[in-house]
């Protein structure tokens, strides 16, 4: 699970209670595709942004109108992080993972909220926290995530998959040209372990373990919309659901989404500049009024889909 580990970061944000607040836009102006030109303002050539799905690959790369013509028109190929040391991300990650000394789940937890976490993680992964307890929930969590996915759609192979986002970097790599990262390993460590208290962490893994069926159910409708382009679509029932059972704080939601969004769009124009470039990045950053064609647009940048 380890490549998967590290690739699941903004799809699966909607799994464990990303729900967001009200005031948070939708926006409708920027969906009904996954890639999109960006084109004037300085630019001499056209760059391209893909809204990736972190657990799908080449067949739904393939089937993408333009994907293909757009990274081959491309010299450069930006991601959210340099994925070309799998093993040693993988290795930070799992470093990162472990709860510091002297904090136990059970100073963190009701006695009753920890025995629900146990007998949830027995059923859902066959070990309890007699094994698991040494790892943050963050950790947790992203393990939690994937095996609801899998849960969604048990013709997933996690050990044979290789991401889309893996599948653009290593075209670049194999035709010479540079890969950059938006944010390193450590950003997104910042984000998954440490954006929230490790308390308010665990109740809300305890709070999402007592509602699996609204998050298979979650992920499903994300994949669905997903597949058909609809940015706004995901962002609404990823961001807005008053569903939701769990929402997240709106200290982790304002790290995982805009934080990230803000700084990455501080360095995109000037890799525009620099070089026709091919970014990769997870699709729920590209929607909304806080997302990346949103506020390229409101730069002045032409912001159009292709189809």
Request: with cysteine; glycine share 8%.
């Amino acid at each position: 699970m380890k490549k998967s580990l590290i690739l699941c970061v903004v799809f699966f944000a909607g799994a464990l209670g990303l729900a967001s607040s009200a005031s948070a836009q939708p926006s409708d102006k920027f969906t009904g595709s996954l890639l999109w030109r960006i084109s004037g303002g300085d630019l001499s050539q056209p760059s391209y942004i893909l809204g990736t799905h972190h657990l799908n690959g080449q067949e739904t790369f393939d089937i993408i109108p333009g994907a293909q013509a757009a990274l081959e028109s491309s010299t450069q190929v930006v991601g959210e992080m340099v994925l070309s040391d799998m093993a040693g991300l993988a290795t930070q990650i799992q470093l990162a993972s472990i709860m510091p000394d002297g904090i136990t789940y059970r100073s963190l937890l009701s006695s009753g909220d920890y025995e629900r976490l146990d007998s949830s993680l027995r059923s859902l992964i066959g070990v309890g926290m007699e094994q698991l307890g040494a790892f943050k929930p963050g950790a947790l969590s992203l393990t939690v995530s994937q095996l609801m996915f899998m849960q969604a759609y048990p013709e997933f192979n996690a050990a044979a998959h290789v991401a889309m986002d893996q599948i653009v970097q290593t075209w670049a790599s194999e035709h010479g040209h540079p890969v950059v990262g938006l944010e390193t390993v450590e950003d997104q460590i910042a984000v998954l372990m440490d954006s929230e208290p490790l308390k308010v962490q665990a109740e809300e893994l305890v709070c999402a373990l007592a509602h699996t069926d609204y998050y298979v159910g979650s992920l499903k409708r994300l994949s669905a919309l997903y597949a058909a382009g609809d940015l706004a679509g995901m962002y609404s029932d990823a961001l807005l659901d008053p569903a939701n059972p769990c929402p997240a704080s709106e200290e982790y939601k304002f790290a995982l989404v805009k934080g990230r969004n803000d700084k990455w769009l501080a360095r995109l124009p000037e890799l525009f500049s620099a070089a026709p470039t091919f970014v990769a990045v997870g699709a729920l950053h590209l929607a909304g009024e806080e997302g990346l064609l949103f506020q390229l647009d409101r730069l002045g940048y032409t912001v159009e889909a292709v189809k």
